[in-house]
């Protein structure tokens, strides 16, 4: 009870910071909402009209304490450019993103997994090599790049899905998966190389610690000794790096809903920050601050059921 | 009493070492059925490596072996997997030096204790929790239920040692290789080790092949003594025997070894 309410309160600590400095970087660049909104052939009048109408004139702190107030009570505010409030736009976008990471997540988990431990079990010294290789080298090619490969490959050449024909969740919940599986892939290769290396690794590390050559003076042989002994120990750190993961893997989806035109989270940030367009990307930043505290919340969780010792702390 | 292990000519080579080098260079002893045996010698000598080379531990693929290991009659040098997969465990167990890192950290005791009867036996659950509750107790530790659900670093060294011991006699193995079971152990947990180990000796007519570079532990638990020098074995008999009389200038320095204070106590 203690440990979740130290959670908690690091939750809301990291949440003002980040939303916070997130608001600062709005005051530094330079832009303003209004140009967007009035044009360039705006006065200098019609400017100092518009921005007294939005509060840009009051002092920044007061400003920042007014959204936090507003925020507290579940009122995200009104975007400029949309003019609707920024509740509805997110309820709009925030589903398509949140299953493009859970896709692209599960993906991850069930390739990377299986493939790690055959990685870090196999005796075959040539076999180990080739893995290596490939993994190095899958895992340096960023997941846009794949994204393209994927969209040229399975979009042109062999016509799979149409690349920039989203179709939305509400009109075919079949369709929208199938077109997902495309982008969820381009973000999970990277993903999966990097586990299955991280994997491997551990699984000989742990290979070499004492109590596997006590699991063998009791007969056990190697299949054994493996799925009773290394394994879990082996997934250990891997669980934690699979959260990072499971952190990245949303943030990964901003460039990747670029690549693929998907109307998710990560489209609506990038073309609120060109529009200076401040309440949607104050939002969007605080929303994803609080999924990574979250998902290592989980991952701490997870460890201590796997981990005896990470207990009762 | 018959003859339980007979080593002939052992010799044990690493590829990664010098060619002139061997880890063990023809050794040869035996051991009765219910013996103790002690194999002394300094780090290096050569005495794990034995140990392990009897119980299938050591990597084939980084060593070469040669002589003759014979186990109940039968040879271990060259002899199939699977065969000494069946005796691992069950004919023949090992407690290892360091008890904290030769337990599985993510296993409770229990599970780690029963874990011969696993893989040996087709006991049900409940029944090997029986045997190992048994084993527990017979290993002189205090509420066996309560250490059976407990995980390793929730121990102390010697409470965790007591537990490999009872995990290597669950199954009535006929040869217990000990190695430096009591080296990370502090004294007086090291005397009530030694003490168990020959309680389990005398009840049970297991053999031990008890191994350190403690003459003087040794003393207290064998009756015959080996002693290892550079791969050799380069002395052999009754332990007070060889107290008495070293003849070897080695065997008088790991005599000379021994603190005064413990060798007037012995």
């Known amino acids: 009870m203690k440990y979740v309410i130290k959670k908690v309160i690091a939750l809301i600590i990291t949440l003002l910071v980040v939303s916070f400095l997130a608001f600062l970087a709005f005051q530094i660049i330079p832009g303003d909402p209004t140009t967007r909104i009035l044009g360039s052939e705006a006065t200098p009048e019609m400017v100092a009209a518009l921005r007294e109408q939005m509060g840009l004139n009051r002092p920044m702190l007061l400003r920042y304490l007014d959204w936090l107030g507003n925020f507290v009570r579940g009122n995200y505010g009104t975007s400029f450019t949309y003019k609707v409030s920024v509740n509805s736009l997110l309820a709009d976008k925030l589903p398509v993103t949140i299953l493009l990471t859970a896709l692209s997540f599960i993906i991850t988990g069930v390739v990377a997994i299986p493939l790690g431990i055959l990685a870090g079990s196999v005796k075959s010294k040539i076999i180990d090599k080739i893995v290596i290789i490939i993994d190095q080298i899958v895992m340096s090619v960023p997941a846009f790049f794949i994204g393209m490969i994927v969209c040229f490959l399975f979009g042109i050449l062999f016509r799979l899905f149409v690349p920039g024909q989203f179709v939305p969740l509400e009109t075919d919940w079949r369709a929208c998966i199938a077109y997902l599986v495309f982008p969820a892939v381009s973000i999970a290769i990277p993903r999966i190389a990097m586990t299955v290396k991280m994997l491997r690794s551990s699984i000989l590390n742990q290979l070499g610690q004492d109590y596997v050559r006590t699991a063998r003076s009791r007969g056990n042989n190697r299949r054994q000794y493996l799925f009773k002994h290394v394994i879990r120990n082996a997934m250990i750190p891997v669980i934690t790096f699979l959260a990072i993961s499971l952190a990245e893997i949303m943030t990964g989806t901003i460039i990747i809903e670029q690549v693929f035109t998907i109307p998710g989270i990560g489209r609506l940030l990038i073309s609120s920050i060109g529009t200076r367009d401040f309440p949607v990307v104050q939002a969007i930043v605080v929303l994803i601050a609080a999924w990574i505290v979250i998902v290592n919340f989980a991952a701490d969780i997870i460890n201590q059921v796997v981990d005896p010792r990470m207990r009762n702390r | ?266």
């Open chain 2, 1 to 266: 009493m018959s003859e339980l292990l007979k080593i002939t000519d052992l010799l044990i080579h690493f590829h990664n070492a010098a060619p002139e080098r061997n880890a063990v260079d023809g050794i040869s002893f035996s051991i009765d059925e219910g013996d103790i045996l002690g194999l002394v010698g300094e780090s290096g000598s050569g005495k794990t490596v034995t140990a392990m080379s009897l119980c299938g531990l050591l990597d084939v693929k980084q060593a070469d072996l040669s002589g003759s290991i014979l186990f109940q009659g039968k040879e271990l040098v060259n002899c199939s997997e699977e065969f000494l997969l069946s005796l691992q465990g069950d004919e023949i167990s090992v407690v290892f030096q360091e008890p904290m890192s030769s337990m599985n950290p993510v296993m409770k005791i229990g599970l780690q204790v029963e874990e011969a009867l696993r893989v040996h036996t087709k006991l049900s659950k409940e029944e090997r929790k029986a045997r190992a509750l048994q084993a527990l107790a017979d290993a002189e530790l205090p509420n066996p239920e309560e250490v059976y659900n407990k995980y390793p670093h929730e121990l102390s060294g010697g409470m965790l040692q007591r537990a490999m011991i009872a995990a290597a006699i669950i199954n009535r193995p006929m040869l217990l290789l000990a190695d430096e079971p009591t080296t990370a152990l502090d004294v007086t947990i090291q005397a009530q080790i030694i003490k168990l180990l020959k309680k389990l000796n005398q009840e049970n007519n297991m053999a031990i092949l008890f191994i350190s570079h403690n003459l003087h532990v040794v003393r207290q638990l064998c009756e015959r003594v080996a002693v290892m020098q550079r791969g050799k074995l380069v002395e052999e008999g009754d332990v007070n025997e060889i107290f008495r009389n070293p003849q070897q200038e080695y065997t008088k320095n790991l005599i000379a070894a021994i603190p005064t204070r413990e060798k007037r106590l012995s």
